[in-house]
C-alpha cells in the first residue's frame, strides 16, 4: 500500500517567492495534518483536516500560510510570499481515525530552502 | 513550558548496552501516549504506543508513570541499527485532536 505522497521533496526558492507543497493521504484516512521542522523549535503542528473541513489553523504561523483539502486525496500547503525564515521540512501526515489521537502516518516530507 | 519535554541527548552508547530515555508532559488531562522513531533526514514513524500497565515489544519497552506524568523508553542489547532519535509523543482530548511532539532523544550505538 502505498504511504503519505509529498511533492515535491526538495524545493530550494527565493524570498518573495510563491511555494506550494502537495499531500496525498493514504487512501480510507479522515485525518491530515501538516507540521513544520526545525532544529531549533522541533516538529510543531501548523493545520490539522479532518474529513476535508479544516478543525484548527491556530498553528499556521502568519497569514502567509495557507492550507487547502479539496477532496480526501489531495492537501496543500501555500505559503506566499516565503520568506527564509520558512525553511524548514515540511511533513504531511494520516491517520484513521478523526480525533489526532491515533498513529499518524508521516510522508518523507518537504525540504524547502528560502534564499 | 513546552507540553512535552525530552533529554535531547545525545545518548551514545556500546552495541548491546541498554539505554533508558524518560519524557515528562505537563497536561495531566493526557490520554493518548507513543514513542516514534526518526532517522536522520527521514520522516517520524511510530515505534510503539505506551499503554497504562506497560508494554513490551522486543528489546524496546514502555511504561508509562501517570502520577508523575512521565513516560519511558526502555531499549536492550542495543543495535547500531538503534541509532536514531526518539520522539516521545502525547495526546488528549482537550486539545481536541493533536498530538504533542517531544524534541526527540537523539541516540548513537556505536561498535
Known amino acids: 500500500d502505498a504511504g503519505v505522497i509529498q511533492s515535491p521533496r526538495h524545493e530550494v526558492t527565493e524570498m518573495g517567492q510563491e511555494v506550494t507543497l502537495r499531500c496525498k493521504p493514504i487512501?480510507?484516512?479522515?485525518?491530515l495534518f501538516w507540521y513544520r521542522q526545525t532544529m531549533m523549535r522541533g516538529l510543531e503542528l501548523l493545520i490539522y483536516?479532518?474529513?476535508?473541513?479544516?478543525?484548527?489553523d491556530s498553528g499556521m504561523p502568519e497569514d502567509r500560510f495557507s492550507a487547502k483539502m479539496p477532496n480526501a486525496s489531495f492537501s496543500t500547503l501555500k505559503i506566499q510570499p516565503s520568506e527564509p525564515r520558512d525553511s524548514a521540512v515540511y511533513f504531511c501526515?494520516?491517520?484513521?481515525?478523526?480525533?489526532?489521537?491515533?498513529?499518524?502516518?508521516f510522508g518523507p516530507g518537504t525540504r524547502l530552502l528560502v534564499l | 513550558r513546552k507540553e512535552v519535554e525530552q533529554d535531547p541527548g545525545p545518548f551514545n552508547v556500546p552495541e548491546g548496552a541498554t539505554v533508558a530515555f524518560n519524557c515528562t508532559y505537563s497536561?495531566?488531562?493526557?490520554?493518548?501516549f507513543f514513542w516514534y522513531r526518526q532517522d536522520c533526514r527521514k520522516e517520524p514513524k511510530l515505534l510503539m504506543s505506551?499503554?497504562?500497565s506497560g508494554n513490551e515489544d522486543g528489546r524496546f519497552t514502555a511504561q508509562l508513570n501517570r502520577a508523575s506524568q512521565y513516560i519511558s523508553l526502555l531499549i536492550r542489547d542495543s543495535k547500531l541499527s538503534d541509532s536514531a532519535t526518539y520522539l516521545c509523543?502525547?495526546?488528549?482530548?482537550?486539545?481536541?485532536?493533536?498530538?504533542?511532539f517531544g524534541k526527540g532523544t537523539s541516540l548513537l550505538v556505536t561498535p
Open positions: 501526515a494520516s491517520s484513521l481515525e478523526a480525533g489526532g489521537l491515533e498513529t499518524q502516518y
Open positions: 487512501s480510507g484516512h479522515n485525518s
Open positions: 497536561n495531566s488531562a493526557s490520554q493518548s
Open positions: 483536516f479532518n474529513n476535508n473541513v479544516p478543525i484548527d
Open positions: 509523543v502525547v495526546g488528549n482530548s482537550n486539545s481536541g485532536y493533536a498530538l504533542n
Open positions: 505506551v499503554y497504562s
